[in-house]
């Protein structure tokens, strides 16, 4: 091989960028010591920007198209070599490609839980995170700020500033918004656009980047809201509690008392059950939970060895009349002189042997 056929190719006829990546931002041609030939082919595909750079400072950019390299395309870059002879030489130079294509799909989100000061709840910590896109917006700003002397930047080189950014910019936009912690999940697609513009005003000029698209997906709250929202939904359910535990103790009785093998707890949890549901029916009595005040007389069973009680005459014959309390039970109320069996009270004797039904005609 001769000297002018080894000088012929070592200089560049083609310069283009075929890209097979879906997140490269920028990429540089690799001259390898080469020089551009005069007349050389530049081919910027849909999609892409080139940028020429001259020892350090940018010359001529190029939009998609074919281009032969002359001095009439190349006009900065000519005044900055200075050629005498008509740009019949080769030059170097340093080209970068630029993808100006959308890069999708890219994720955001709250590394930390975020303090929102919530009219309802209080201060509360909330999650949140999402998708969104970015494409070069101003080559040369990305360029200068973003890319220095790198041969390639994809998308994950920047995606760790622009996740600072949106995180940042979000805890701003929901802070000022004070919008209930509720009304955020209906309020997704408005607070993404605002958090969208927010985010592209601060790196639009600085970075040359833009920000197509933007979206929340989530915004969770921590666990212990979330159960309180649960217990919160479950009671607007229900709709009337009072009623749905009358229907709960019912139905608690009822399994009780068939199951006559639990013995004095079965007769026990009968009764203690027995009682609430006397509360819930009647007027004036208090709820399940909370101390009855003792009318008088006060009467006690001992069930078990356990004292129990004090309970009010009606609600001892109730218990009689209903067999959670046996006639053999102990009972005793002031003015007894000990603990008699149920059986043996004066008082009693009516719950247990009630009237005889009348006779048939």
Known sequence: MGLFEKLRHELIDIVEWVDDSRHTLVWRFPRYQNEIKNGAQLIVRPGQMAIFVNRGEVADIFEPGHYELTTDNLPILSTLEGWKHG????????VYFISTRQITDLKWGTPNPIMLRDPEFGPIRIRAFGTYSVKAADPKALLEELVGTDKVVDADEVTELLRAIIVSTFTDVIASSKVAALDLASRYREFGEVLRKAVQERIDDEYGLDIPQLFIINISFPEAVEKALDARTSMGVLGDLDRYQQYQMGNAMAAAAANPAGGGA????????????????????????????PAPPAWHIADGGNVKGPFSLHQITTGLASGHIAPETLVWTQGMQG????????QLNGAMFPPPPPPAP
């Open 87 to 94: 740009f019949n030489s080769p030059f170097k130079s340093e």
């Open 339 to 346: 603990w008699t069996p149920a059986s043996q009270v004066p």
């Open 266 to 293: 079965s007769a026990g949890l009968g009764l203690g059950l027995g009682m609430a549901m006397a509360g819930r029916m009647m007027p004036g009595v208090a709820p399940t939970g909370m101390p009855a005040p």
